[in-house]
């Protein structure tokens, strides 16, 4: 009995020391890194439901309501800021870890090697600091695969939880749930007909069926109708989700810029993620195993790849939805090894020196140099050129609030982050410079091809800056009048236009 005692007291232990290093690591300096123009479009998106009163789901957006609600919770809690995008993707990634810390499976083993897995992902650290969907999408990724896992070790209504609350989860997200769902049965048939009509008998489904489950159920398909329709003011949101479909294939298919080759995901995890494609080779070898759990992660891990491969269409924050599967397969199969005294050393060691890569990547990409551009993590970021311009702007403005009375004209082919960023102005122009340059305006931002005739446009003098506002993108002109900004902090690139002559 003392034995039990000291062994769950230091299983304590271990869970409290890893939440408190989960939560660190995804908290600390959330703000280091530029904001994403994907950030600043979910922080617009926020905005716009002030007017609306709820969120109004646009079938060409491809993301569910479910973190714009959340994100608005937040800001109501601690205001708008950066700080306040990224919480909410780091909550998940430290629910993520700890998911893991609660008996979901038998087998605990497997479920503390996952957690230490995820907790040395750079994917699960970067993303899960970034203010997008992927790191809450992952989350109920987990929910429903452990679902599924529970079910071949144990079926009962937990099992059933897990699985409805995953894909409910994950409906409320992304589009891509239809990914995961297509892979997890192609895993689901890998089990052969007779031990899948065996495991999923109806007998054994009615038998787990509870009323707790089945009231979960409702509240469940409930909140979806309620984030879909705009609780109940959109009526037609449902009908958008299953539109959505369409915009979303043909997205998958063109590309629109994202293109990458098909090997880019396996020369991501071998840049980033080398741990992630230890698992990789073994769900090769588990695709074969006579362990259920492991055959199906195997395929459904192996299948996610390939599909996401093959998909013209690549963002790199998509590897987080894909190492996971993999995390897990080198969990079973560490399991198998240390069962043998000479394979636990060897296999210790290789996992342990694979590791001090997977910690390089992640301190490199989220810590030493959070915007590092040879790091493939660091995608079509906004720069620190317009990170300290925006600072300069909007220390400028609170010095004077005046100034936020200005009109400022966000005249550029690519405008954001600046409409969330410049939120608390209230004149601004979305007119294209070359299109419509109205008068006076205390900044303008144009494009590049757009400078000479804006120059001769100006009416008075402002200071002209030529600058890389993102990643992968040629510049921008930003003209600040002078009779507003007399003294700026920038000297490269800058001339003094306009006025008469």
């Not at 698992?279 to 459904?300: D, H, P, Y």
């Not at 080198?330 to 001090?356: H, P, R």
């Not at 979305?430 to 120059?455: H, M, P, Q, R």
């Amino acid at each position: 009995m003392k034995s039990a005692k000291v062994t769950q007291y230091y299983g304590t232990l271990f869970w409290l020391a890893l939440l408190l290093l989960t939560v660190v690591t995804r908290f600390y300096d959330l703000g280091n890194k530029p904001i994403h123009f994907d950030e600043s479009i979910n922080g617009w998106f926020v905005i716009q439901m002030k007017s609306w009163g709820y969120y109004k789901y646009d079938p060409n957006n491809y993301h569910g309501p479910l973190l714009f609600y959340l994100i608005q919770v937040f800001e109501f809690l601690w205001g708008k800021s950066l700080e306040t995008l990224r919480a909410v993707p780091a909550v998940f990634s430290v629910f993520s870890i700890m998911l893991f810390a609660f008996p979901v499976l038998k087998n605990r083993f497997v479920l503390t090697a996952t957690s230490l897995f995820l907790l040395m992902s750079p994917a699960f650290l970067f993303f899960g600091r970034s203010g997008i969907h992927e790191s809450p999408f992952v989350f109920f990724q987990l929910l429903f695969a452990m679902g599924f896992l529970r079910w071949f070790e144990k079926p009962d209504s937990k099992a059933w939880a897990l699985v409805l609350t995953g894909v409910i989860g994950m409906m409320t997200l992304k589009e891509t749930f239809t990914i995961t769902g297509f892979c997890w049965l192609l895993g689901l048939l890998a089990l052969g007909p007779s031990t899948l009509k065996q495991t999923f008998s109806w007998t054994q489904l009615r038998g787990t069926w509870s009323k707790k489950t089945a009231l979960l159920a409702v509240v469940l398909l409930i909140l979806f109708l309620q984030l879909f329709t705009g609780f109940f003011q959109n009526m037609s949101g449902i009908t958008d989700f299953a539109k959505a479909i369409v915009p979303w294939l043909k997205t998958g298919v063109h590309g629109k810029g994202h293109e990458k080759e098909f090997l880019y995901w396996v020369k991501v995890m071998w840049q980033a993620e080398p741990l992630a494609l230890l698992g990789v080779i073994l769900s090769f070898a588990g695709l074969f195993s006579k362990q259920q759990s492991l055959r199906v992660l195997s395929v459904f891990s192996l299948s996610q790849l390939l599909i996401y491969s093959l998909i013209p269409y690549k963002t790199v924050w998509c590897i987080l939805s894909l190492v996971w599967g993999f995390y897990l397969v080198l969990a079973f199969y560490l399991q198998m090894l240390f069962a043998n005294t000479k394979m636990k050393v060897m296999s210790l060691a290789i996992v342990a020196v694979v590791s001090l890569f997977n910690l390089r990547s992640m301190y490199a990409s989220s810590y030493a140099h959070p915007l590092d551009f040879d790091h493939p993590y660091i995608y079509v970021n906004s720069t620190y050129d317009l990170e300290n311009l925006q600072k300069f702007i909007l220390d400028e403005a609170r010095k004077r609030p005046e100034l936020f009375l200005q009109p400022v004209q966000i005249g550029m082919k690519e405008q954001w982050p600046w409409p969330w960023v410049l939120r608390s102005f209230k004149s601004l122009d979305y007119n294209l410079c070359a299109k419509n340059l109205i008068e006076g305006a205390s900044i303008y931002f144009c494009d590049v091809t757009d400078g000479l005739d804006v120059d001769r446009a100006l009416l008075e003098p402002y200071w002209k800056l030529q600058i890389v506002l993102r990643q992968s993108r040629e510049p921008s002109i930003v003209y600040l009048k002078q009779s507003v900004f007399p003294k700026i902090p920038f000297q490269n690139n800058v001339e003094a236009v306009g006025g008469e002559e």
